[in-house]
């Protein structure tokens, strides 16, 4: 079994540690963790520390550090910008982006998106988004906790994207050429897909439309499935 990770706020500067709040609840009392047993601390800014439960109490535990690590900042970041799907899609989408290892998300509120982010219910959901990405990255034991972003507008979301998602691209992603350094900012449309005005406006910018394959993706899937091609070229996988 995989040593499991935890998020604190900062990691320990000493050798001795003790976890607790939620994630200290989390870790003795749901998954139980005893003494001898190993796990990770981290920060979500590339830091982690891997410690042993030296005692474990009601809701925390105590832990002597082993050792610490500091992962670099991935260059170049692999961001998309996600268009605002209904229900469920969306989080499935922030979940399985983050376990590929996606950098940044940018929410977008595309013409065709069913739903739209406004006012309260508009930050309710993108602290879902947050929470989600939170989750998945403790899940997938990352170094470094991706970012969640404001929704964009098209405009907004035009002025960073470099590649678009379409099905009638000719470009391919697999052949596509990429940036060696900053951002490569993938635009994903909603269940509508992207609007000829939203392609039109991206392409305006500079973006370039590409395709996976012949099949259409939903958009809970087209993300992670871009960016496991990305992740490839790259030499991340």
């Known amino acids: 079994m995989s040593r499991p990770l935890f998020l604190v706020a900062a990691l320990p500067q000493g050798e001795s540690f003790t976890l607790d709040g939620p994630e200290g609840h989390h870790a003795a009392t749901v998954q139980r963790l005893r003494v001898g047993e190993e796990l990770l601390l981290g920060d979500g800014?590339?830091?982690?520390?891997?410690?042993?439960?030296?005692?474990?109490?009601?809701?925390?535990?105590d832990l002597?550090?082993?050792s610490i690590g500091y992962a670099d900042t991935p260059d170049p970041r692999l961001v998309v910008i996600q268009g605002i799907a209904k229900g469920e899609r969306g989080e499935l989408a922030v979940q399985a982006m983050t376990e590929a290892g996606v950098d940044e998300i940018v929410p977008w509120a595309?013409?065709?998106?069913?739903?739209?982010?406004?006012?309260?219910?508009?930050?309710?959901?993108?602290?879902?988004?947050?929470?989600?990405?939170?989750?998945?990255?403790?899940?997938?034991?990352?170094p470094w906790l991706p970012v969640v972003a404001p929704a964009a507008s098209t405009r907004e979301a035009a002025e960073r994207a470099t590649l678009v998602l379409h099905e009638a691209a000719k470009e391919r992603l697999t052949r596509v050429d990429l940036p060696a350094t900053g951002d490569i900012a993938l635009v994903v449309g909603p269940e509508g897909g992207i609007a000829p005005e939203e392609l039109a406006t991206f392409?305006?910018?500079?973006?370039?439309?590409?395709?996976?394959?012949?099949?259409?993706?939903r958009t809970s899937t087209a993300?992670?499935?871009?960016?496991?091609?990305?992740?490839t070229r790259l030499g991340r996988w």
């Open 45 to 61: 800014k590339g830091g982690t520390a891997t410690a042993v439960v030296t005692a474990a109490g009601r809701g925390t535990l």
């Open 64 to 66: 002597r550090t082993i």
């Open 110 to 142: 595309a013409a065709r998106s069913v739903v739209q982010w406004r006012g309260e219910r508009g930050d309710r959901a993108r602290e879902r988004w947050v929470a989600t990405a939170r989750e998945a990255a403790k899940q997938a034991r990352r």
């Open 203 to 217: 392409e305006a910018a500079g973006a370039t439309p590409v395709r996976l394959g012949d099949e259409v993706l």
């Open 223 to 231: 993300g992670v499935a871009a960016l496991s091609v990305l992740s």
